[in-house]
């Protein structure tokens, strides 16, 4: 069965640090991933997806994700934090019709 | 802008009581999804349905009942509530193939005491 794992819990960051959230799912084959992003006391967004084509998708607020498939990761990434930033990060992946997520990262960004 | 609403922000409720959550979307789409989502566990999907009356379990689903009755609500049924039920509930919908959910209503916490 596919699963997901995020590696950090809990992230803290200075603002215009630079962010690396790790992801990387079990199940190889052909895969849809995601990233979704829960900011404090709002519901749950995309922020970026990827079905097929250029492993480098970027996503809304300046965030991009980066499919590797030999290395099964889909890692977030953004050049420049901001305060604004600060929330709760969640990758996710398909098992057939079903979408896994993974047990979430909280970044803290420090001002 | 899509709507998704879920009836109850917050409630409280106590072990054996049946207990509905609802959800409803604005944007006819055909797919609707509750999760329950638990610290250091993520989100962990407890129903789906692709269309009206038509349901699958997602990976949580014992205690849990579902009803579609209408295109855009989805309810969520405990069947007699305990304790470990006690989580936020988000609802969500998407529309065509695939079944990711692309909107979230804003969650119902659920504490059953």
């Known amino acids: 069965a596919q699963s997901v794992s995020q590696h950090n819990h809990h992230v803290i960051l200075s603002e215009a640090a630079s962010l690396e959230l790790g992801c990387n799912y079990s199940y190889g084959g052909t895969v849809n991933l995601f990233w979704y992003v829960q900011y404090p006391g709002q519901h749950l967004q995309l922020l970026l997806k990827y079905f097929s084509g250029d492993p480098l998708v970027k996503g809304i607020k300046g965030f991009e994700a980066e499919f590797i498939k030999s290395k099964f990761s889909f890692n977030l990434r953004k050049p420049s934090v901001q305060w604004s930033d600060t929330a709760e990060y969640f990758c996710?992946?398909?098992?057939?019709?079903?979408?896994?997520f993974g047990k979430g990262t909280r970044l803290h960004i420090l001002p | 802008d899509v709507k998704v609403t879920q009836s109850s922000r917050y409630l409280v409720k106590r072990t054996g009581e049946k207990v509905f959550l609802e959800c409803v979307q604005d944007m006819d789409h055909e797919n609707m999804f509750w999760y329950r989502q638990d610290p250091g566990l993520g989100l962990r999907l407890i129903y789906f349905s692709y269309d009206v009356k038509m349901k699958e379990k997602g990976d949580i689903p014992e205690g849990y009942s579902v009803s579609r009755e209408k295109k855009e609500r989805f309810s969520l049924i405990l069947e007699s509530a305990s304790t470990n039920q006690t989580s936020m509930y988000l609802c969500?919908?998407?529309f065509g193939q695939g079944y990711q959910p692309q909107h979230f209503g804003d969650g119902t916490r659920l504490s059953i005491l």
């Open positions: 969500a919908s998407s």
């Open positions: 996710a992946v398909n098992q057939g019709d079903k979408i896994i």
